[in-house]
């Protein structure tokens, strides 16, 4: 339990410079994607800067993973929209809830780490649909809504100075790391951009245009809704997709950060974080979330590697929705939007394309499936289920036509079948074709020195074949069994009949 009382490791040195300014930048990045998520949903924006700061500051000083950002992301909103459409803002408040319950008990329960049964090629399809979807939520910016509350795309001049504002926003986020890396490029570039529009009163799209973000603290509120079954019927499903598709994010998002930093997260311990921060938003109005691969990747660009930058991204939030708002509602949407352009092309695995040609066709069946569930369906937990499915099967197929047997009969007479490769479901027709009982010896002994009997259908296999010989008034006996063999055999004793042969090397009793 301790591991979640040490909040700080102190004995690390913590760059307080870079923490001040990602976590800074984090802010300044969080806050369109809160706003346009919440937006998108029908919400109110503070909805969605409250679960910003809220997911922020409890998964920084509770989570598993140092530099790991988590606020309002648009991955968990997506699967409730339409809970918000039919039912309103109350059942989402509740669903959030029953979410993060669930989050916390993958957390208690330690099962966090079947993550770890996520395939290379699934996480490469994962992140270039993410980074697709972010890029594509930019264009979206170029679209401008007016009173009547018809959607057009901006023309003329308008159009021509947002897509020129953003096109030197990602110079400086490109170029700017080439002269000093002391300051993080997209903080920079938010401020230059910004101080372009305000010396020339440039009039452009800006924060303002997409909502008002001024407000106060979150207050305690309890759902309300009916606490009734028919309730839990509504939001069950709703609070299920979204655990999963959070606690999916968050752990992948977990890995890539040890993979750049590294290191090693946590993941039980970012399951109850999430989960704690998840309950947090439901019972104090924000719309609920998880970790945001794009702002991480912020963070860790800008140098972060402590839990500090992502509590001072939060305080920043806060601050910003009771003080801040009428400076940061000037910000042009242009530089926001180049900044999570230029993360996007950060986040999409190009490695992944140079190495296409070197990977097997299932590999890159499974990436290109799971990319584009991602970005038709905006459904992480789907995609990512479907491509381990598929990368199952496909090792099932490869091991299935493994299974090798040597045959060759000793001086007694005896028939020796040595199998090669597991027994499992997948191979147990290629392992029963193998024998011959009408032609075999009166005894025949199958080796499993260098094969392990999987699940009850390699059981079932052995069954329906001792039973073939037994027919021929034959004997069949196993040999070499391991352990953990002899111990699903001896659980299965009801429904098979197999005799197992004396082995010094395992000491395997002989069947009485």
């Not at 969080?30 to 409250?50: H, K, N, Q, R």
């Not at 901006?154 to 021509?160: D, K, P």
């Not at 009163?201 to 008002?212: E, L, P, Q």
């Not at 003080?323 to 910000?331: L, S």
Request: charged share 15%; proline share 4%.
């Amino acid at each position: 339990m301790n591991t979640y009382l040490t909040i700080f490791d102190f004995s690390k040195k913590i760059n307080y410079k870079n923490e001040l300014l990602a976590g800074f930048t984090v802010a300044m990045t969080m806050i369109p994607e809160s706003l346009s998520f919440a937006i998108l949903a029908g919400l109110s924006p503070l909805t969605g800067l409250y679960a910003a700061f809220m997911m922020g500051l409890v998964t920084a000083i509770l989570g598993g993973r140092p530099g790991m950002v988590s606020g309002g992301a648009g991955a968990t909103i997506v699967v409730l929209i339409a809970l918000i459409k039919t039912h309103g803002i109350e059942y989402l408040f509740a669903t959030v809830v029953l979410a993060g319950i669930f989050q916390l008990l993958v957390g208690v329960f330690k099962l966090g780490k079947f993550v770890r049964l996520i395939p290379q090629p699934v996480m490469y399809g994962f992140l270039n649909g993410l980074a697709v979807i972010i890029f594509m939520a930019q264009i979206e910016q170029f679209k401008i809504t007016d009173s009547n509350g018809v959607v057009s795309w901006l023309q003329g001049t308008s159009l021509y100075i947002m897509a020129g504002l953003t096109v030197v926003t990602i110079a400086i986020v490109y170029f700017f790391p080439k002269i000093t890396k002391v300051i993080p490029a997209s903080l920079v570039a938010i401020v230059i951009v910004f101080g372009i529009v305000l010396g020339f009163n440039i009039n452009t799209k800006t924060v303002a245009d997409i909502a008002s973000i001024s407000g106060s603290l979150p207050s305690f509120h309890i759902p309300q809704i009916p606490f009734s079954l028919k309730t839990l019927e509504i939001i069950f499903p709703y609070a299920m997709i979204m655990a999963g598709v959070g606690l999916i994010e968050s752990l992948l998002t977990l890995s890539m950060v040890d993979e750049i930093t590294d290191s090693k997260g946590n993941a039980n311990r970012e399951s109850v974080a999430q989960g704690v921060a998840n309950i947090t938003n439901g019972f104090f109005g924000g719309m609920g979330g998880c970790a945001m691969v794009a702002q991480t990747l912020v963070n860790l660009n800008a140098g972060s590697r402590a839990r500090l930058s992502g509590i001072i991204a939060s305080i920043t939030i806060l601050m910003i929705i009771l003080f801040g708002a009428p400076f940061i509602e000037k910000i042009p949407m242009a530089a926001l939007v180049g900044v999570m352009m230029m993360v996007a092309i950060s986040t999409f695995q190009w490695v992944s394309i140079r190495i296409v040609n070197k990977m097997p066709k299932s590999d890159i069946f499974v990436g290109i499936t799971v990319a584009l569930i991602t970005i038709v369906l905006h459904n992480l937990a789907l995609a990512v289920l479907i491509g381990v499915i598929i990368s199952a099967l496909v090792f099932a197929w490869d091991n299935a036509k493994r299974i090798r047997a040597k045959k060759y009969v000793d001086e007694k007479g005896v028939k020796y079948y040595e199998i090669y490769g597991p027994l499992f479901f997948g191979s147990a027709t290629a392992f029963t074709d193998k024998f011959d009982p009408a032609n075999d010896p009166d005894e025949v002994v199958v080796d499993f020195k260098e094969s392990r009997i999987v699940d009850m259908s390699a059981i079932d296999a052995l069954d329906k074949l001792s039973k073939r010989y037994a027919q021929q008034n034959k004997k069949l006996y196993l040999k070499h069994l391991s352990e953990d063999c002899r111990k699903m055999l001896k659980n299965a004793e009801a429904i098979i009949e197999v005799n197992i042969q004396e082995d010094p090397t395992y000491k395997v009793m002989p069947e009485e």
